[in-house]
């Protein structure tokens, strides 16, 4: 395959690209000057090289320096020790961290990796109920408090909420979701860090 049609068969598999999207990709590097055609291929090396997924929360994060101090295999947000650890945020994905962080929130962070769609009897893999739970017990001999679940206010997001809901229910803490101004389907990925924090303290 050439060139242009494998870049626009990988763009293509990208979250909310189609194959148009793709093509439109690859016709703008193609314009684009060699040298900024260099740095994104280089920069895509680096991700794989100078990042890496926290063992704990399991967010991608940015290796820290050789200097830095804490566990290698945390990121920043884990291994700090001013950070709120009776409380954990769970959040479907990366990006909502981000978000959330702007609302003032200093507990720590659990990303599932998605939600459980209604129609599957199985838990898909990507979803991480099973790292949750084991984080939970784990947590919970240090002093775990609640848990605050951040998923979509949609159908998928509250399903996922009452499946997590049952299973955590013998660990005897909290279980809270975000209270009022996250209207139905808006996520927190998209949603202004006001919003979240009213949420937040409106939690139930
Ligand atoms: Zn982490």
Not at 12 to 19: D, H, N, R, S, V
Not at 126 to 146: C, P, S
């Amino acid at each position: 395959m050439d060139p242009i049609e494998r870049l626009s068969s990988l763009f293509e598999k990208f979250p909310g690209i189609g194959p148009r999207q793709a093509r439109r990709f690859v016709q703008y590097l193609l314009a684009s000057p060699s040298s900024s055609r260099g740095e994104l291929s280089e920069l895509i090396k680096r991700l794989g090289a100078e990042t890496s997924q926290c063992k704990r929360c399991y967010r991608w994060f940015v290796k820290q320096s050789a200097k830095a101090t804490g566990p290698a295999d945390l990121c920043p947000i884990c291994a700090s020790a001013s950070r709120d650890s009776s409380i954990i945020f769970v959040v479907e994905k990366d990006a909502d961290i981000e978000n959330v962080e702007r609302s003032g929130f200093r507990g720590l962070y659990f990303v599932l990796g998605g939600t459980i769609p209604l129609a599957s009897e199985d838990i898909p893999k990507h979803v991480r109920v099973l790292e949750l739970l084991k984080r939970v017990q784990f947590d919970t001999a240090e002093k775990l408090k609640e848990i605050i679940l951040g998923l979509s206010a949609t159908t998928e997001g509250d399903h996922t909420r009452l499946i997590l809901g049952e299973k955590l229910r013998e660990s005897n803490i909290k279980i809270s979701a975000l209270g009022r101004g996250l209207s139905t389907g808006s996520e927190l990925e998209y949603a202004d860090p006001d919003t979240i924090a009213s949420a937040l303290s409106s939690r139930n």
